[in-house]
């Protein structure tokens, strides 16, 4: 199986501020990275798809990149509504696996 | 829009087969690849296998021996069964559906099973 491995696990940050968080592969996946975002009590939503492709309807301050084994979601100019845990997941090769998330708390 | 909603029994003894359905509306599930994902409680996400439109299944070698996905488009659902279950299976089941690149584009919004005698 495939390791993802995110990184930091939890972040502060605050209103307006720019983040990034990291995802790292075991192995090489091209491009086949995806971002997802989850608030408390609801079901993932996509965001970014193989690797730096916005999701419809996601908000422009989100961007992904990176290819192979490392990879980056940066959020810029921080909203409320982004202090939530986000998850990377790899769609390389089954099984398909995901990170274990990232909570972004306000500081 | 597409919507997917899972449903079933919420609690299922140890030992048991848990059977759950994912309804798909606005859309058929002809032409599509679709996962079940599962998230034990406060914990993370793990994939336990797609589904093609067609019948064509892969599933997580960590759950294969006990897991069956299949499909039928003319109720436009897909199904989950898991058998000889713990408690380890306790979790929000979720139905996604995929798009290009493997992403999971649409999901519903889970179902909890616990299992508990």
């Known amino acids: 199986d495939i390791q993802m491995t995110q990184s930091p696990s939890s972040l502060s940050a605050s209103v307006g501020d720019r983040v990034t968080i990291t995802c790292r592969a075991s192995?090489?996946?091209?491009?086949?990275l995806n971002w997802y975002q989850q608030k408390p009590g609801e079901a993932p939503k996509l965001l970014i798809y193989?690797?730096?492709g916005l999701q419809s309807g996601v908000p422009s301050r989100f961007s992904g990149s990176g290819s192979g084994t490392d990879f980056t979601l940066s959020i810029s100019s921080l909203q409320p509504e982004d202090f939530t845990t986000y998850y990377c997941?790899?769609?390389?090769?089954?099984?398909?696996?995901f990170g274990q998330g990232t909570n972004l708390e306000i500081k | 829009q597409v919507q997917l909603q899972e449903s079933g029994p919420g609690l299922v003894k140890p030992s048991e087969t848990l059977s759950l359905t994912c309804t798909v509306s606005?859309?058929?599930?002809?032409?599509?690849?679709w996962s079940w994902i599962r998230q034990p409680p406060g914990k993370g996400l793990e994939w336990i296998g797609y589904?093609?439109?067609?019948?064509?299944?892969d599933y997580n070698p960590s759950l294969k021996s006990r897991v069956t996905i299949s499909g039928d488009t003319s109720k436009n659902h897909l199904s989950l069964k898991l058998t000889s279950v713990s408690a380890a299976d306790t979790a929000v089941y979720y139905c996604?559906?995929?798009?290009?690149?493997?992403?999971?584009?649409?999901w519903g919004q889970g179902t909890l099973v616990t299992v508990s005698s």
């Open positions: 193989v690797a730096s």
């Open positions: 996604a559906r995929h798009r290009s690149g493997g992403s999971f584009e649409y």
């Open positions: 997941q790899q769609t390389y090769s089954t099984p398909y696996t």
């Open positions: 589904i093609y439109y067609s019948g064509n299944t």
């Open positions: 192995q090489s996946i091209s491009n086949y």
């Open positions: 606005g859309g058929s599930i002809s032409g599509y690849y």
